[in-house]
């Protein structure tokens, strides 16, 4: 058994498309229409057929205060692994990401948390 896809719950499909590969850096892999929304997925350029992350549109009512709670919380929703939280972190607010967290190294893993502009806080995090 292993991990193919997970997901995050987005606004904005189309925005979050742009946020998650012309800013993160990810490559976009499925674009299925589903009826209004679509089946849409991202995945890292340096494992493109590894994990996917669907971009999932967040219209179910129990979406909004799930992610409001955790935002409220400083809670992100999902983490990436970076090989240098410091650069991201120079590399992304250059791009004019709002960081909530900016880098912090908690025993042997730095990370950060930022705003997605779609309605979550993301964790980059590097192991050491």
């Known amino acids: 058994m292993r991990i193919n896809l997970t997901s995050v719950f987005v606004d904005d499909q189309e925005k979050a498309l742009r946020f998650y590969t012309d800013v993160l850096g990810f490559v976009k892999k499925d674009d299925v229409p589903v ?3 679509r089946w849409l ?10 994990v996917r992350l669907l971009l999932e549109p967040s219209g179910h009512p129990a979406v909004g205060p799930y992610r409001d709670a955790l935002v ?13 939280v410091v ?3 120079a590399r992304l607010t250059a791009l004019g990401v709002r960081f909530t967290q900016d880098p ?13 502009t779609v309605g979550n806080l993301i964790q980059i995090a590097h192991m050491r």
């Open 72 to 84: 409220a919380d400083g809670i992100p929703l999902a983490q990436f692994d970076v090989e240098d």
């Open 35 to 37: 009826g209004e929304d």
């Open 104 to 116: 912090m190294e908690m025993g042997p893993v730095t990370t950060a948390v930022f705003d997605d």
């Open 41 to 50: 997925t991202v995945a890292s350029p340096d494992d493109p057929d590894g």
């Open 87 to 89: 650069a991201e972190h």
